[in-house]
């Protein structure tokens, strides 16, 4: 008799963590539908406890309470991840909720352009309940090349290479940083929305950064450096000051010509400006 009450408590028990986590909600979005190859990957992870009790989300040995699915669209199988990643604990109180971003680049080597396909699965308290987000698509984009620079730099042979890709409706200048021998591209990054009115200026300096100048807007231009490691060090807004456009290279090194920098106006001192006129 004593076992069949043991068993119907587990039942019961059973059923009402499942009656909670069933109150669990798990919504992934990317932080935008495309990414340029070698990009940190950042998607927004968001948890709604909708039950009237705290949880706890912690990692067991071997066991962490979070994991991605993922696959790339016209091939079989799932994406293997390169590393293991933890997560902090995460903690509900009851009807509270949680978002934070997620960079899938630490995990997974999404180094070739195509469209992706990920699910996020929360592993419940219980060790052994699971609960799935929503399928989250995304796409990966080497966009079109404008500029290559082969240049050697902490005893790599490296290409940085300035791209156009089309990101939000919008045409964008992106830098890579890619190894020459492997091919594979080792880090990329934003520079400057781009408007055709002007070829963009691409200088490399004495340490071998790519400086890119370029008309963001009607009103504005973008002046950019990426680092060698692919990664933009520096980005200012200017204005028309007069005379022609230029990016060049002076014993003091690279600068802007024909152009001042733009200052933001105090709060309550800017116009009302038509949106194509404003800065990105």
Known sequence: MKNIYQTILTVICALLCSQAFAQIEVQLQPVRKDFVVGENVVMRLTVVNQTDASITFKNSPGRPWLNFTMTKRSEQGEVAPIAAARYPDLV????????????????????????????????????????????????????????????????????????????????????QAINRDT?????????AEYRNFMQPRVLLDSAQNLHVL???????????????????????????????????????????????????????????????????
Do not use: W
């Open 214 to 280: 370029c008309q963001s807007s009607p009103d504005f231009f973008t002046y950019a450096v990426m680092n060698t490691h692919g990664n933009r060090s520096s980005a200012k807004l200017y204005k028309r000051g007069g005379g022609v456009v230029d990016l060049i290279s002076t014993g003091k090194g690279i600068m802007p010509v024909g152009l001042i920098p733009y200052v933001a106006p105090k709060p309550g001192e800017e116009k009302i400006r038509k949106a194509s006129e404003r800065p990105f």
């Open 183 to 191: 091919k594979q591209v080792l880090s990329a990054c934003f520079l």
């Open 92 to 175: 509900l109180t009851p009807g509270s909720t949680r978002s934070f971003e997620i960079n899938l680049k630490t995990t997974y080597r999404l180094n070739t352009a195509g469209g992706y396909t990920v699910i996020a699965t929360l592993r419940m308290p219980d060790g052994h309940s699971t609960y799935s987000s929503n399928r989250c698509l995304f796409t990966m984009t080497n966009g079109s090349k404008m500029r290559d620079f082969n240049i050697q730099a902490r005893g790599e042979r490296l290409t940085l290479s300035l791209r156009l890709a089309r990101i939000n409706d919008k045409e964008c200048l992106f830098g």
